[in-house]
């Protein structure tokens, strides 16, 4: 059974930092890029990073650029997200994905919630 799962989120001060983790099970995890995606209250998906097979690339929303920093360990089948200098608009539910380019995004988390406010 392919499961995801999400840790690390709550609530957080305007500026201050959170580090989400996913744990990957059920797959190959080496097989595939691994993303971030979120969905703020009454909002739509947003995605956040990705980040490739081996760590060699990653991607990142133009208004988490600078601020967030994906990695992974494919060792221990985890993906991490670490997001410094948080604002209020990045409150949201965070899920951790696979992802193939050549199909998309597989298979989903359950989602951690991240509440940025003073």
């Known amino acids: 059974e392919v499961q995801l799962v999400e840790s690390g989120g709550g609530l957080v001060q305007p500026g201050g930092s959170l580090r989400l983790s996913c744990a990957a099970s059920?797959?190959?995890?080496?097989?595939?890029?691994m993303t971030w995606v979120r969905q703020a209250p009454g909002e739509g998906l947003e995605w956040v990073s990705l980040?490739?097979?081996?760590?060699?690339?990653?991607y990142y929303g133009e208004s988490m650029e600078g601020r967030f920093t994906i990695s992974r360990d494919n060792a221990k089948n985890t993906v991490d997200l670490q997001m410094d200098s948080l604002k209020s608009e990045d409150t949201a539910v965070y899920y951790c994905?696979?992802?193939?380019?050549?199909?998309?995004?597989?298979?989903w988390g359950q989602g951690t919630p991240v509440t940025v406010s003073s």
């Open positions: 059920g797959f190959t995890f080496d097989d595939y890029a």
């Open positions: 980040i490739t097979w081996n760590g060699g690339i990653t």
């Open positions: 994905a696979s992802f193939a380019f050549t199909t998309g995004i597989g298979n």
